[in-house]
């Protein structure tokens, strides 16, 4: 016993569960009995409806066709009597127009209630019927020979009022069996109708039980799924929090990393700037003193010949032409290199904008610059040309290292995108515009693979890299995002080019920050 109501329990919990889990299943189940029910009852109702409504028709019709047979027999008998009392033949053609009438509605009668006339007692009323006719006829013709009196006698002889009483009979026996067989339709009706209210009444005795059921079952469902809802808003709303908190720390992780950078490449700047500037400075009096000595030795061959076979042999040694020619070589490209360290220093310092990290008005394709100066080996080595379509642009109110910051991470991304692609010919358009009055843009186009459209709603999430573990930390264009939407109130976008198949990212800033 025990084990069966487990059982009983188990399988109505699984119900319970499935309805919770597919409420919809319950509603259709629902809809389906209740039309399963009632459609069937509305069907034997309309029928109940129309039958009664035939019933009700045929029944006015037989009434009103029974008074009109009646009404036209007791016309017919009474023009045959007028004319042969009077011998006036317009009451002959008056009975000829009425017998017409009266044949048309007992037609009708028979076609609305066949039964009544099929019997043995209609037949002999046809018959009386048949015979007041003939006499009638043949009293008709005994006015045209001028024989009144024999037709008023044949009017009123016994056989003639025995046919006539016989034919009323007849008709009031008649009208007496359309009564009963209204009747007893009308009964069938009463229990058809009696009938559906009693199924009615048990249809509604299993649907209402059954939609409480439904409703309360609906009702826990919505309870259940608020409470879900509920709990799905505060996790969420957790979730957003801790999302706030993590861009708050990778944001000051980042402050302190531009802080980081920017005190460690000020530090590099001063300490190669010095020696550099040393350097340059003292090259331009070793050049000096070097045409100076060299211009000594030649002085010294013109003016002491023949030279020394010591100092010839040494000027061998050392293969003097060489390095007369050679040194002024050597002392150019060390001027070029110190040039070269001075320009990688200034570009270090405007990338980092030393002295520079709170807001200013700058010209942008000074970042531009400094940046594309910092990835300038990477760009060799890889044979990508960069194409400047610089517009004119008025200076921009912005916070420059972080823009920066932006710069390197587009075009170290459009890089990597060309690399990866390994086109042979690798292309980079810097594009700049002001598109509308107070804003600007900037676009990175590259030549490469573009990016795949099922990571592309991802690009811009923390953490999402393509590449391999470890070598990235996928924070880049986050933080580029943030930089560019918060900071600078503007908007980082990316689309495919139409010319090839590459990327285009897009910044667009204000001029003036709000």
């Known amino acids: 016993m025990v084990d069966v109501d487990s059982h009983k329990t188990r399988w109505f919990q699984d119900i319970q569960a499935i309805v919770y889990q ?11 009995l209740t039309l399963g029910l009632f459609i069937p009852q509305v069907v034997m109702n309309w029928r109940t409806y129309k039958n009664f409504h035939y019933i009700s028709q045929q029944e006015l019709r037989l009434q009103k066709l029974s008074d009109r047979i009646t009404y036209l027999d007791e016309v017919l008998t009474m023009s045959a009597r007028m004319n042969a009392a009077t011998g006036n033949r317009i009451w002959e053609a008056r009975y000829k127009q009425f017998e017409s009438d009266l044949d048309a509605a007992i037609k009708e009668s028979i076609n609305l209630i ?25 009293s008709f013709e005994l006015v045209q020979k001028n024989q ?8 009123s002889s016994p056989e003639y009022q025995k046919q006539k009483q016989i034919y009323a009979q007849g008709v009031e026996q008649r009208n007496q069996q359309i009564q009963q067989i209204l009747k007893l339709q009308t009964e069938n009706y009463h229990q058809d109708l009696s009938l559906s209210f009693i199924l009615m009444a048990l249809t509604l005795s299993l649907l209402i039980p059954f939609w409480f059921l439904v409703l309360r079952i609906l009702q826990t469902y919505l309870r259940d799924r608020n409470l879900a809802l509920a709990k799905l808003e505060t996790v ?7 999302i706030q908190q993590l861009q708050q720390a990778q944001k000051l992780i980042q402050d302190e990393k531009i802080s980081s950078l920017t005190q460690m490449v000020a530090g590099i700047a001063h300490e190669i700037n ?48 060489f390095i007369s020619e050679d040194i002024t070589k050597a002392l150019q490209s060390m001027y070029v290199g110190t040039e070269r360290i001075k320009e990688i220093v200034l570009g270090l310092r405007a990338f980092s904008c030393l002295d520079e990290s709170q807001r200013k008005k700058i010209d942008i394709h000074s970042g531009l610059e400094s940046t594309i100066l910092l990835l300038q080996h990477h760009l060799q080595s890889l044979k990508i040309e960069v194409i400047r379509e610089y517009s004119q642009l008025p200076l921009v109110d912005c916070y420059p290292s972080q823009l920066n910051q932006v710069f390197m991470s587009l075009i170290k991304n459009a890089i990597e995108a ?34 795949n459209p099922q990571i592309q709603t991802k690009v811009f999430e923390p953490f999402f890299t393509t590449k391999a573990i470890g070598s990235s930390k996928g924070l880049g264009l986050s933080i580029g995002h943030q930089i560019i939407t918060r900071s600078h109130q503007g908007k980082l976008y990316f689309q495919s080019t139409q010319s090839t198949s590459g990327c285009e ?9 709000a």
């Open 22 to 32: 597919r409420p919809s299943y319950c509603i259709v189940v629902a809809v389906t």
């Open 114 to 138: 066949p039964e009544v006339y099929s019997s043995q007692d209609a037949q002999q009323v046809d018959i009386a019927n048949q015979k007041l006719v003939e006499m009638e006829t043949r």
């Open 418 to 451: 060309i690399e990866a692609s390994k086109i042979l010919k690798g292309q980079i358009i810097i594009r700049s515009q002001l598109y509308q009055p107070g804003w600007i843009r900037i676009s990175i186009i590259d030549n490469g693979n573009g990016i």
């Open 274 to 321: 010095n020696p550099v500037s040393f350097i340059r400075g003292n090259l331009t009096h070793i050049q000096q003193y070097s045409q100076e000595l060299m211009d000594i030795i030649d002085l010294y061959q013109q003016e002491v010949v023949p030279a020394p076979a010591i100092i010839l042999d040494k000027f061998d040694e050392i293969d003097f032409d």
């Open 236 to 242: 969420n709303y957790e979730l957003n929090l801790s």
């Open 148 to 155: 009144s009196q024999s037709a008023l006698e044949l009017l």
């Open 505 to 513: 990212f897009v910044i667009e800033i204000p001029t003036q920050l």
